[in-house]
């Protein structure tokens, strides 16, 4: 069985957008308990691989690399860098601080690991490639979705049924990567 009811999330994109192939590079950031890792090695097989980080510890996974750590400190980025050890094929972000209650600060916390996360994968991914993040519904920010329309052919938004419909989240989904790391 999957670790997290999430993981349905993961499996609806990627019935929709075809985002797994067996073979690929993953990097699955906020990643605990590791629900989406263990879709994506279901898919990618014996010769992918998933780096996978988080704030909390996760349990093992065979085959994927789980790292613990804040992907908003350089340390955290550059242990998933080490791990990942040239290009990844997709970037994953389920990424979500705890909720204040506060609307307007949580968007913003919410919207800040996003960009971290797509400035990422900007540097990581290979021509081609994918990134999916948790946003806030209503969508991603002008100056957020106007960059991922120049970096990637397709960029869409979309509310997986598991999505509970009184949530405010939602996920970006970026795919066909211009392929320049710069
Ligand atoms: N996709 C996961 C699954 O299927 O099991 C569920 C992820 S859960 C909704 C969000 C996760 O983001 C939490 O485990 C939280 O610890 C993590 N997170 C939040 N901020 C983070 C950060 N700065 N660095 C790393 N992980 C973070």
Redesign the pocket.
């Known amino acids: 069985g999957?670790?997290?009811r999430?993981?349905f999330?993961?499996l609806e994109l990627d019935e929709r957008f075809k985002l797994l192939k067996p073979g690929q590079r993953v990097v699955?950031?906020?990643?605990?308990?590791?629900?989406?890792?263990q879709?994506a090695l279901k898919t990618i097989g014996d010769r992918g691989r998933v780096v996978a980080?988080?704030?909390?510890p996760i349990d093992p996974i065979h085959g994927a690399v789980l790292l613990e750590?804040?992907?908003?400190e350089q340390a955290?980025e550059d242990a998933v860098l080490a791990a990942l050890d040239g290009q990844a094929d997709l970037v994953l972000s389920?990424?979500?601080?705890n909720t204040t209650g506060h609307n307007a600060t949580d968007h913003l916390r919410i919207m800040g690991?996003v960009e971290l996360a797509a400035d990422f994968a900007r540097r990581v991914l290979a021509p081609g490639g994918g990134f999916v993040a948790?946003v806030f519904q209503g969508g991603t920010e002008k100056e957020l979705l106007a960059a991922l329309k120049r970096d990637y052919a397709q960029v869409r938004h979309a509310k997986p049924p598991a999505s509970r419909k009184d949530s405010a989240e939602a996920y970006v989904v970026a795919q066909g990567f211009r392929g320049s790391n710069d």
């Open positions: 999957w670790r997290s999430a993981a999330k993961l699955d950031l906020g990643a605990a308990p590791g629900g989406w890792t879709v980080l988080d704030l909390l750590g804040d992907f908003t955290g389920d990424m979500a601080p690991l948790k």
